[in-house]
């Protein structure tokens, strides 16, 4: 075993119902019990995690293959970024 820190995370059955409570959908919440992580090796700088709903992201993975793009993530930026500058452009 090496000396690494694993994090350990308890979801409860009232952890879940504040879940439901605050909209979080079924398919999102965890499972019960405890789980373990590795913390992060390296942190990506300039980067959130964002929950998309599951037929957007497949949408986005579905034109990703079908430009033969590596990453569905880096065709979300591009056009999330195509509407920021038109924004940008259009409050000047």
């Known amino acids: 075993m090496t000396d690494e820190k694993i994090i350990e995370v308890e979801v409860t059955a009232e952890d879940l119902e504040k879940m439901r409570a605050e909209g979080l959908d079924e398919a999102d919440l965890p499972e019960l019990g405890i789980k373990r992580y590795r913390p992060a090796r390296h942190i990506i700088k300039n980067k959130v995690a964002?929950?998309?709903?599951?037929?957007?992201?497949?949408?986005?993975?579905?034109?990703?293959?079908?430009?033969n793009i590596s990453s569905f993530q880096s065709r979300i930026n591009q056009e999330l970024r195509q509407i920021m500058e038109r924004e940008k452009v259009e409050s000047l």
Do not use: P
């Not at 957007?56 to 079908?66: N, V």
């Open 50 to 67: 964002v929950l998309l709903d599951a037929d957007i992201a497949e949408h986005f993975q579905k034109r990703a293959e079908e430009e």
